[in-house]
């Protein structure tokens, strides 16, 4: 059963950087698109962050790019996204997804949603 697992998450002042983690168990993420997305108390779920599954084609929320990068290691089965310049904005729960469908780069520049599959989430708390 696919299963992704999202670590990294902790409290950091502003300006500060974290990288988040998202493991894949019992299959291999080499043929998935991955993304990020989050939700803070109060808010709508907003897409971060889109990787393909080649890693070759990459997209970001305005309110994280230039901030933000989002990786893949195949070796490790693991999705990275790398948050730096952190805002209190920032806070919420980071959780990483895999799309409904992948259709390429369609998929990437819809930030990898509608979503299928999604972690339990980590919490991001920005602030001093």
């Known amino acids: 059963q696919l299963q992704l697992v999202e670590s990294g998450g902790g409290l950091v002042q502003p300006g500060g950087s974290l990288r988040l983690s998202c493991a894949a168990s019992?299959?291999?993420?080499?043929?998935?698109?991955i993304g990020w997305f989050r939700q803070a108390p109060g808010k709508e779920r907003e897409g971060v962050s889109c990787?393909?599954?080649?890693?070759?084609?990459?997209n970001y929320a305005d309110s994280v790019k230039g901030r933000f990068t989002i990786s893949r290691d195949k070796a490790k089965n693991t999705v990275y996204l790398q948050m730096n310049s952190l805002k209190p904005e920032d806070t919420a729960v980071y959780y990483c997804?895999?799309?409904?469908?992948?259709?390429?780069?369609?998929?990437?520049?819809?930030?990898?949603?509608?979503?299928?599959?999604w972690g339990q989430g980590t919490q991001v708390t920005v602030s001093s």
């Open positions: 997804a895999a799309p409904l469908y992948d259709l390429g780069d369609t998929t990437v520049q819809a930030m990898c949603a509608p979503y299928d599959h």
């Open positions: 019992g299959f291999s993420l080499d043929y998935h698109a």
């Open positions: 990787i393909s599954s080649s890693g070759g084609s990459t």
